[in-house]
């Protein structure tokens, strides 16, 4: 059970004074189904649209994307219905159905070092079996199944671990196409050099599903510090980098998110309930030798609507071995960061701070 200690709600309610991000005007897009139907010459040029993307911003959004809207909205209602049990059920649901730590529902927490945020949350592990063949047998679910099905709540038990699982693998064959398009913009041979490391086996990937309840104080925080000023700002998570290959996320039509442009400068992104939005990761800018940037991001709380977000991480297995490809750092050129296994990186990363820079331990000097 998560019990917030004394003072901590206060941290988390004190507002970090801050001036309101404005939108990034030209959110990156790829059209997925566009770019296939114009044959040779589209999938090259949707190739190079990705590639300069995460080269400029490590970040873009994803239309044409192929999964069915309703399953979309099938996701989003039965996280707010999950979210809205009582916190006890929350808790007993999901100690029956994850391992523990990091996985499981949580509030405030974030990770294991001290980072709160306005934020619960579910963070569950997905395997990969059967996923390169589409071969999910029923034997071997994506999500685990809860020990004790009875003490589980029915709305766990009917439809949202089913729902979550049919999601999974809807988007990680999307993830799987974007890996391939980021491959091609590099101009790589082996264009699937990215995406079979999300479709092993044992690849280590993740479904984090956010909720950001509204703070209707903020509201009056605003209109006392000027609208757009520094007043009412409340962080629900705060920056960060992902340290997978790739995140892709999906929000109701609640604004929150940010991303931080290459000066440093933080930019808000509209809402798109029907798109997704892609995240480079820590592993991807190694693998590319920083070409492509991990994107720092975060999210500020809504003052009036809820926000429901659900995102994939995709992460390689832990057995893998990490370093910049050899075609994408040249001959004669410099590898930016050393060689390292996907478990060394994670036992580091979960060592850290939310916000703190977790490659630079792994950089060359
Ligand atoms: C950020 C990306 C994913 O949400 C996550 C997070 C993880 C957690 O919530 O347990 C971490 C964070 C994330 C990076 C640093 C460590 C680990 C919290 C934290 C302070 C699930 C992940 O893989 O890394």
Redesign the pocket.
């Known amino acids: 059970m998560v019990v917030l200690a004394k003072g901590e709600l206060e941290q988390i309610a004190l507002p970090a004074v801050q001036k309101a991000a404005p939108p990034l005007a030209d959110v990156p897009e790829v059209d997925l189904a566009a770019a296939a139907s114009r044959g040779a010459e589209g999938r090259a040029a949707a190739a190079r649209a990705v590639a300069a993307a995460c080269e400029e911003h490590g970040f873009f959004k994803v239309t044409g994307h192929g999964v069915p809207l309703d399953l979309l909205a099938r996701v989003e209602n039965a996280a707010a219905a999950f979210f809205a049990l009582q916190q006890r059920d929350k808790e007993s649901a999901m100690s029956a159905v994850a391992p523990g730590s990091?996985f499981g529902y949580a509030s405030k927490r974030?990770?294991s070092?001290g980072?709160l945020g306005w934020v619960e949350y579910l963070?569950l592990g997905v395997t990969a079996a059967g996923a390169s063949t589409g071969d999910h047998s029923a034997d071997e679910p994506l999500l685990p199944a809860p020990a004790d099905e009875e003490a589980v709540p029915s709305a766990w038990r009917c439809s949202f671990r089913d729902l979550l699982n049919e999601y999974t693998v809807a988007v990680r064959r999307m993830t799987c196409e974007v890996l391939e398009l980021m491959a091609e913009g590099l101009g790589m041979a082996e264009t699937d050099a990215f995406a079979r490391l999300v479709l092993e086996d044992d690849s280590d990937s993740?479904l984090?599903v956010n909720h950001y309840p509204p703070r209707p104080e903020l509201k009056h925080l605003q209109q006392l510090h000027g609208g757009g000023g520094g007043g009412g700002r409340v962080t629900g998570f705060g920056e960060?980098t992902?340290?997978?290959i790739i995140s892709v996320l999906r929000s109701n039509a609640t604004s929150g998110l940010e991303i931080a442009l290459r000066d440093g400068t933080w930019v808000s992104v509209p809402p798109d309930q029907g798109s997704f939005f892609v995240n480079v990761g820590d592993a991807l800018q190694v693998l590319t030798n920083g070409r492509f940037r991990s994107v720092r991001h975060r999210v500020m709380v809504n003052s009036v609507r809820s926000r429901v977000s659900v995102?994939f991480?995709g992460g390689p297995p832990p057995r893998e071995t990490l370093a910049p490809l050899p075609q994408l750092v040249g001959e004669g050129g410099r590898s930016r960061y050393r060689e390292f296994t996907w478990r060394e990186y994670k036992s580091s990363?979960?060592r850290?701070?939310?916000a703190d820079n977790?490659l630079c331990h792994f950089e060359t000097t």
């Open positions: 990091p974030i990770g070092n980072d963070l993740m984090r960060h992902d340290p997978q995102i991480f990363a979960y850290t701070k939310l977790r």
